[in-house]
């Protein structure tokens, strides 16, 4: 059993930062896919980044530009850094971790899952 946990949300005004932070329990995938997805109320879950234990990164389009997905395997922790903002980021963000095989990509295909850190951006 993997347990996820993500802190680092909270209230900004439109261009502001924050870094969102994902500290997973030890995991026994020597080769997986990280990845930070959201939900907006009413809305479907969506994928905004992933990456990949070999290394390879994939953004959603709204957000290639303005955020950068890390890791620390030193630490088990998954980083979100997010700039510029924008009211439309406004989610409940989650990370989520899967054994590697089909798209990173898929939130439908991950099997553990944090419960959440909620974003919100005001204009």
């Known amino acids: 059993q993997v347990q996820l946990v993500e802190s680092g949300g909270g209230s900004v005004q439109a261009g502001g930062s924050l870094r969102l932070s994902c500290a997973a329990s030890?995991?026994?995938?020597?080769?997986?896919?990280l990845g930070w997805f959201r939900q907006a109320p009413g809305k479907e879950r969506e994928g905004v980044a992933t990456i990949d234990s070999d290394g390879p990164t994939t953004y959603a389009d709204s957000v290639k530009t303005r955020f950068t997905i890390s890791q620390d395997n030193a630490k088990n922790t998954l980083y979100l850094q997010m700039n510029s903002l924008k009211p439309e980021d406004t989610a409940m963000y989650y990370c989520?971790?899967?054994?590697?095989?089909?798209?990173?990509?898929?939130?439908?295909?991950?099997?553990?899952w944090g419960q959440g850190t909620q974003v919100t951006v005001s204009s």
């Open positions: 989520a971790i899967k054994p590697r095989g089909g798209l990173c990509f898929n939130h439908r295909l991950y099997n553990y």
């Open positions: 030890k995991y026994a995938y020597s080769r997986y896919c």
